[in-house]
Every structure is written in C-alpha cells, then in structure tokens.
T-cell receptor, first 115, second 112 residues
C-alpha cells in the first residue's frame, strides 16, 4: 500500500511570493492534517480536512489556507511569504472512520525555504 | 489549551543501557501517540496508547500510559545505535481527532 505522498519535496521562494503544497493521502484515508515543523516552535498543527471540509484549525494567520478535493487529496497555500515561514511542512492522513482514535500517518514533507 | 511536555529534551546514552523518556500533558485524554523521526525524515508511528494502564512493546521500546497522572513513558532497554533518533509524543483530545498536539521531542543519541 502506498504511503502518503507530498509534492514538491523542496521549494525555494522569496518573500512576498505565494506557494502551494500538495498531499495525496493513503488510499482509503479520508482525513488530511497539515503540520509545520521548525527548530524553534517544533511541530505545530495547521488544519485538518475531512470530506472536503475544514474540521480543525490551528493558530496560524489567514495567509495559511487549505482545501481538500473529492478524492481526498489536499493542498495548502501560503500567501505573502515571510522569512519565518521557512519550515518543513508535513501532511498526515488517517481513516477518521468514526472510531475512537485516529492514528495519523505522515508523508515525507515539503521543505520550504523563504529567502 | 492543551500542553504536552517531554523530558529530557536531549539524551545521550551508551549502548546496552536503559533509560526512560517522560511525556506529561495538561488536559484529560486517553489517546496518546509516540512517533520517531530520523534526521531529515518524516515521522514514523511507533505506538498508539488508548486507555489507562495501556502498555505496548516493540523490540527494545516499551510505552505506557497513566491517564490519571497524565503521563506516558517510553522505556528503552539495552539501547543500540539504531535507536538514535528524535522521539515525539502527541495527544489528541475530545472530538479533535485530526489535531495532534506534540511534545518538544527528545533527541536520543546512542554511543558505542
């Protein structure tokens, strides 16, 4: 079974630009969550999408947005990039089948560098 | 607001020794997850702990959960170099199934 895939794996952008990252979940998984990982702040939750709807949102500015398509693939967008947005962006997928817990499986990440 | 704290943050061990990583969290939950991250890599799921007293073991790693104390432990037995990595605990609460709150991570280095 293929794992979570993320594209691109590496990105270099300049301040003020915008960027779109893509995530394809494990087949059959309907929930996609996004996380930002930086050395200073650690792993922080951005948002979660399930059935094309945002279900949970973290404490990030509105420049960070996302969406989910009918095939469960998800994209996140960051507009007006700032230097502090340089990070590893991780996407995780899970079944979210209504069970008691929701184990998340992570993709390889997209390394974003903002110059 | 849920807070998750790990200690120690850095752990340097000799091969063959035992040690424990602690994970405390601030809000009632009985769902706790342990992940491993190798340098430059993504997170690998190690354990899912779902009830008070839950204990899971895989190889030289054993994880447990005490929901009353809001504490999970990851015990390393007879460490080997291959266990060198960063270990994270994470918690989700209530119906926020898709939102994990992570600890700071413990960087484990095992020396020969």
């Amino acid at each position: 079974k293929a794992g979570v895939t993320q594209t691109p794996r590496y990105l270099i952008k300049t301040r003020g630009q915008q960027v779109t990252l893509s995530c394809s979940p494990i087949s059959g998984h309907r929930s996609v969550s996004w996380y930002q990982q930086t050395p200073g702040q650690g792993l922080q939750f951005l948002f979660e999408y399930f059935s094309e709807t945002q279900r949970n949102k973290g404490n990030f500015p509105g420049r960070f947005s996302g969406r989910q398509f009918s095939n469960s693939r998800s994209e996140m967008n960051v507009s007006t990039l700032e230097l502090g947005d340089s990070a590893l962006y991780l996407c995780a997928s899970s079944l979210r089948s209504g069970g008691y817990y929701n184990e998340q499986f992570f993709g390889p990440g997209t390394r974003l560098t903002v110059l | 607001e849920l807070k998750v704290e790990q200690n120690p943050l850095f752990l340097s061990m000799q091969e063959g020794k035992n040690y424990t990583i602690y994970c405390n969290y601030s809000t009632t939950s009985d769902r706790l997850y342990w992940y491993r991250q190798d340098p430059g890599k993504s997170l690998e799921s190690l354990f899912v702990l779902l009830s008070n007293g839950a204990v899971k073991q895989e190889g030289r790693l054993m994880a447990s959960l005490d929901t009353k104390a809001r504490l999970s432990t990851l015990h390393i037995t007879a460490a080997v170099h291959d266990l060198s990595a960063t270990y994270f605990c994470a918690v989700d609460i209530g119906t926020s199934y898709g939102k994990l709150t992570f600890g700071q991570g413990t960087i484990l280095t095992v020396h020969p």
